[in-house]
């Protein structure tokens, strides 16, 4: 048997406009991606075959399944328009459904079985016709010599349309309650009800009720409690004291100090509640505030003179190598200096900034990779109360910029920042929620040690290279 | 490996257009080779070889006189860690802002931009002595 | 450039072999099925091996000079790295795609049948 998987844009619109940011067909249900339960069940009726059809957009979704390998299964895609119909689509795909009987999943829909069943001799001796329907979408059988199409009175599974912010989380919610183990969910499981993932940390006082599913690189810091009934996504780092109950906090979120999540969504620095048709996005108003606060005030006054005080015996150490190694870069070429211009901590104004590359071959280079003689440049604005020395990488005004510095809360344009000290990748989602967290968290004294990190990081990045 | 670079000069005319594509597609062959990877292969040289069509493309359009067109330069250089391709020409300035798809009325140029920019991590443009060069750049993926 | 011209059904199938880009993107807008006759045309991409937004750009010409017409031209048999072109592009919103030629001739014959 084959599998057609159609889903139509109209039917995820919803998710476009209530959780930025997701690819809907990857939305995540209990840490899994929708399209990836759809594929397992695909499997589990005995396809080896799966083609993805939508008159939308399939670029996130292809590259996160790829070919299929990854299930055993030869996965393609393709695009349908709008307004064909079933019999279209099915012309459209003659060659793939050609002598085979093939299910075709249509809608934005949870298919709801069981792992322990077996669906293959069951669909296999299964009439062409409906096998399972619901408002937004259906499940059928199709074999290429039409015959006469028949209802089947007992259906072997059950379909629910995800079509809101409310069934998605009801969705969600459910299975982690009542069905996990009829899934195969992502994490590792010591005990039922309980999924955790890659990376994660968990404070020694930090509390975890089942059920919870947790992904990977989470941090749970002291204090909080975690479930009954939480999912957790990827990338999360929940602060201290904080309490997550019947909520779901998607991918790349960070959680403030002593918030209370219940019955909720999170996505970046939204909350959303699941209730009503429509959904209700709310700015977290205690991130947000709590991070502009410690902005200003006597501890900013003592950041600044640290970090002017260290950026100043850092010129001095480095001033020498700096003089004798960048104009023999220079005349070799490998030095490139220009400017660039990125928005600086008011987020309005902006400052130009020297920006300068090495290319990275043979010894003298890496000497001035190794310590950061491109950075000597820019550690002059720190004395001139122009730039952080730790904090975030600079965000350049002219880029049509993903996140914007208004959206990145207690943005501090620096010299290193503390996604290089904790060695993620610069630039990412994820380099934001580690800096948002330490926008927060960091005091003037970690900042040097922080900085001594990200130091000792490029240092190390060259010797190991 | 690391650290050549490989510079291919051609006409500035859209007849040798295949050629520049062909050239950035089996040389990121031969970059992934020298990395020792083994996945998404396909997808890292059809990137390059889209790309490379795309810009040299748009020099070779907008290269005048057309009797003898001024050269187009394509460069290619093995970093660490990713593959950089860069096309020089020596027309007039133009913008790398591409436009945004715009189904209702499907205007039948002006996609090379975007392609670029959805195929490759970094892309610039740059202006000096008179030419122009768009630099790109994609790591490949490495599990 | 080689453009192959079969016939099924009095439905003409036109299958360029190679490449679509700047260099031959004229070609194509040379042929006469595609471009003269107001006769609807499978375009059977399965030997094309390598397609830019040029040779994009020309598809959207043809498929919009035959509408003009009340004809179309569908599309069929793209290989990935063609797809991902109109992928990005979204370009596959303006055209009817199949994944065999003879299919889609039957659905030209239906179409041409009912006007």
């Known amino acids: 048997m084959k599998t057609l998987l159609t889903i139509r844009e109209n039917s995820y619109a919803w998710v476009t406009s209530a959780l930025q940011g997701l690819a809907p067909l990857l939305l995540p249900i209990c840490n899994k991606p929708f399209v990836e339960f759809l594929v397992d069940f695909a499997v589990l009726a005995g396809s080896r075959e799966i083609r993805l059809l939508s008159d939308g957009p399939l670029q996130e979704v292809e590259q996160y399944c790829e070919d299929g390998s990854r299930w055993g299964v030869q996965m393609s895609y393709a695009h349908i328009k709008e307004s064909d119909d079933h019999q279209t689509i099915f012309e459209k795909n003659r060659r793939f459904c050609n002598d085979s009987k093939v299910m075709v999943i249509d809608g934005f829909v949870f298919v709801g079985y069981d792992k322990k069943n077996d669906y293959r001799d069951l669909f296999n001796s299964m009439p062409d016709g409906t096998v399972a329907s619901c408002t937004t979408g259906s499940i059928r059988l199709f074999t290429v010599s039409e015959s006469n199409m028949a209802n089947n009175d007992e259906t072997p599974v059950s379909l629910t349309p995800i079509d809101s912010v409310e069934s998605y989380y009801d969705l969600s919610m459910h299975i982690l309650r009542h069905e996990s183990s009829r899934y195969v969910l992502p994490g590792y499981g010591s005990e039922p009800d309980s999924y955790v993932g890659r990376n994660v940390t968990i404070s020694k006082s930090a509390e975890i009720i089942k059920p919870v599913s947790i992904g990977n690189n989470v941090q749970i810091l002291a204090g909080s409690v975690i479930g009954p009934d939480a999912v957790i996504g990827s990338n999360v780092i929940i602060d201290r004291k904080s309490r997550i109950t019947e909520s779901i906090v998607l991918d790349n979120t960070y959680i403030g100090e002593e918030l209370d999540v219940e019955h909720k969504m999170a996505n970046r620095n939204t909350l959303i509640s699941p209730q009503g048709a429509v959904s209700i996005a709310m700015e977290d108003p205690h991130l947000l505030t709590g991070i502009k606060d410690t902005a200003r005030g006597i501890g900013n006054l003592l950041r600044t003179i640290v970090h002017t005080l260290t950026a100043i015996v850092l010129i001095l150490l480095l001033v020498i190598p700096f003089i004798l190694i960048t104009p023999i870069l220079a005349v070799q070429g490998k030095w490139k200096s220009s400017r660039k211009t990125c928005y600086d901590h008011t987020c309005k104004g902006v400052i130009s900034l020297p920006d300068v590359s090495i290319e990275r071959s043979g010894p003298l280079s890496a000497i001035a990779f190794a310590l950061s003689l491109d950075r000597l440049p820019t550690l002059f604005r720190v004395v001139g109360g122009k730039l952080s020395l730790i904090g975030n990488a600079p965000i350049a005004a002219e880029e049509k910029n993903l996140s914007p510095p208004a959206a990145t809360p207690g943005y501090r344009p620096a010299v290193f920042s503390y996604a290089e000290a904790e060695n993620w990748p610069v630039g990412g989602s994820d380099a934001a929620i580690v800096e948002r967290f330490y926008a927060i968290h960091s005091n003037p004294l970690q900042d040097i040690g922080l900085t001594m990190k990200s130091l000792i990081n490029r240092f190390h990045d060259t010797t190991t290279a | ?143 | 450039m080689i453009i192959k011209e079969t016939k099924l059904d009095n439905i003409t199938i036109v299958a360029p072999v190679g490449t679509l880009d700047a260099s031959t993107a004229s070609l194509l807008n040379e042929n006469k099925v595609l471009s003269e006759t107001s006769a609807t045309v499978v375009l059977d991409l399965s030997q094309v091996d390598f397609l830019d937004s040029s040779g994009l750009g020309a598809l959207v010409g043809i498929a919009r000079k035959k509408r003009e017409k009340k004809a179309d031209m569908v599309l069929t048999s793209m290989n990935d790295n063609v797809r991902k072109v109109f992928e990005i592009t979204q370009a596959f919103q303006l055209f009817d795609v199949y994944d065999d030629a003879r299919s889609a001739a039957e659905h030209c014959r239906t179409k041409t049948a009912s006007q």
Request: hydrophobic share 35%; aromatic share 8%; net charge negative.
């Open chain 2, 1 to 143: 490996m690391k650290d050549s670079t490989i510079t291919l000069c051609l006409p500035g005319n859209i007849r040798f257009t295949r050629l520049a594509s062909l050239t950035a597609s089996k040389t990121a062959e031969l970059f992934l080779s020298s990395m020792k990877v083994s996945k998404g292969i396909d997808d890292f040289q059809h990137a390059f070889e889209l790309s490379v069509s795309e810009a040299f493309t748009n020099a070779a359009r907008y290269a005048s006189p057309s009797s003898h067109p001024q050269p187009v330069t394509i460069s290619f250089r093995f970093e660490e860690k990713q593959l950089t391709a860069s096309i020089t020409d020596s027309n007039p300035a133009f913008t790398i802002e591409p436009p945004a798809p715009d189904i209702e009325n499907y205007p039948e140029g002006g996609y090379g931009l975007l392609l670029i920019r959805s195929l490759m991590d970094t892309v610039s443009c740059r202006r000096e002595n008179n030419t122009n060069t768009i630099t790109m750049s994609k790591q490949p993926e490495i599990h």
